[in-house]
């Protein structure tokens, strides 16, 4: 027997005054009401942070769409969030990542990133999920690659989409596709 969905949507006639003004600024910014603010518009205040956080970190930080896709995968297969995982492995392959980068990550390896960049970020995020403060190495390549800001924006993106990954999770977000 297939796990219930644990999603408690609202129909629009149900929102509250302040659910109703978040979910239509919601739906002009983005054209629908994406899966985690089902979640989150139970708490219209919290939802509406949350998309000047996340639509900031995605499409305003100082990190590039790569950037953004590979943080995302990394920490979407750190609390093993399949939903957010199965989506931005998609789009980091559009983006060019070959495969093998993913294999490897979701392997627990070290994978191939020749951007070093790429690979400045996938070292500030490991160190990040990791217990204690992390390598001055790790930490002062990042700084020279990614500056202060860029190190203020990987974190700030781990943290937004662990609440992505883990709420996807916690209500049994099906991943598209493998019904």
């Not at 129909?11 to 009401?33: C, H, I, N, T, Y």
């Not at 219209?44 to 790569?66: C, D, M, Q, Y």
């Not at 070959?98 to 790429?118: C, K």
């Amino acid at each position: 027997m297939a796990e219930q969905i644990r999603i408690k949507e609202i129909p629009e006639d149900k929102l509250s005054a302040e659910q109703a003004k978040v979910f239509k600024d919601l739906v002009a910014g983005r054209g629908r009401l994406l899966t985690p603010y089902k979640i989150w518009i139970h708490s219209p205040r919290l939802a509406a942070v949350l998309e000047t956080i996340g639509t900031f970190l995605n499409k305003a930080s100082s990190l590039s769409e790569r950037e953004v896709e590979l943080t995302i995968c990394i920490i979407a297969n750190h609390w093993k969030g399949e939903y957010v995982w199965a989506a931005h492995v998609k789009m980091c392959r559009d983006l060019g990542f070959p495969q093998g980068v993913f294999d490897a990550i979701r392997a627990g390896q070290v994978p191939v990133l020749d951007n070093e960049r790429e690979r400045a970020l996938y070292d500030l995020a490991m160190i990040s999920m990791a217990p204690g403060g992390g390598s001055d190495e790790v930490f002062n390549r990042a700084e020279k690659l990614l500056g202060r800001n860029g190190i203020a924006e990987v974190l700030a993106l781990l943290g937004y989409y662990t609440s992505v990954s883990m709420g996807m999770k916690l209500h049994r977000v099906p991943v598209p596709g493998s019904a």
